[in-house]
């Protein structure tokens, strides 16, 4: 069975920082690109960053360029998301999601159950 | 303020047609191909279509989409009360070099 399992959110302070991790199973994990996707409660889908299926290409929003660094390790079939300088803005159940193809983002065919990141003091 | 622009809300009864826009730019739909998801209350998004018009396995053919210059829809046939969701559009934006969402449509089947 083709799954993600997301791990590693939590409550942090403000300018903390947070590493997520993202299981996948049943699949090639590197003949696919990977992304995060977060969504804020009541609040529509924001994609954060993708890597390419070798992750030799890397992508990210303006809004964290400079602060989140996207990895993986396809000897372990894991994504990563290294969260630093985190804010307030960052709330957020934060999904992992395998793209349909090997390089730059874009469909999304696979989904996780989400981990929920929650910036506060 | 989303990068791509669709209805907050759209509404049909049981076995109509309706339809649901997402309008861009010339950097994100203009050039590149929309997908569109689906999510259910408390679920994770699913993917109904991508790649002109291709469905995954399992995504019944009353879901289809359309784009002229930089607008697309979603179309959903014989509309059925588990379709109630709520629909996003999506594509890359070259500019931006990143994946742009529409802010969502919650579709309401009355």
């Known amino acids: 069975e083709v799954q993600l399992l997301e791990s590693g959110g939590g409550l942090v302070q403000p300018g903390g920082s947070l590493r997520l991790s993202c299981a996948a199973s049943?699949?090639?994990?590197?003949?696919?690109?990977m992304s995060w996707v977060r969504q804020a409660p009541g609040k529509g889908l924001d994609w954060v960053s993708g890597i390419s299926g070798s992750g030799g290409s890397t992508y990210y929003a303006d809004s964290v360029k400079g602060r989140f660094t996207i990895s993986r390790d396809n000897s372990k079939n894991t994504l990563y998301m290294q969260m630093n300088s985190l804010r307030a803005e960052d709330s957020a159940l934060y999904y992992c999601?395998?793209?349909?193809?090997?390089?730059?983002?874009?469909?999304?065919?696979?989904w996780g159950q989400g981990t929920m990141v929650t910036v506060s003091s | 303020q989303s990068v791509l622009t669709q209805p907050p809300s759209a509404s049909g009864t049981p076995g109509q047609w309706v339809t649901i826009s997402c309008s861009g730019s010339s950097s994100n739909i203009g050039t590149n191909t929309v997908n569109w998801y689906q999510q259910l209350p408390g679920t994770a998004p699913k993917l109904l279509i991508y790649?002109?018009?291709q469905r995954p396995s399992g995504v019944p053919d009353r879901f289809s989409d359309s784009k002229s210059g930089t607008s697309a829809s979603l179309a959903i046939s014989g509309l059925q009360s588990e379709d109630e969701a709520d629909y996003y559009c999506a594509a890359w934006d070259d500019s931006l070099k990143g994946l742009v969402f529409g802010g969502g449509t919650r579709l309401t089947v009355l």
């Open positions: 790649t002109n018009n």
């Open positions: 999601a395998k793209d349909v193809y090997s390089g730059y983002p874009d469909a999304f065919d696979i």
């Open positions: 049943g699949f090639t994990f590197s003949s696919y690109g």
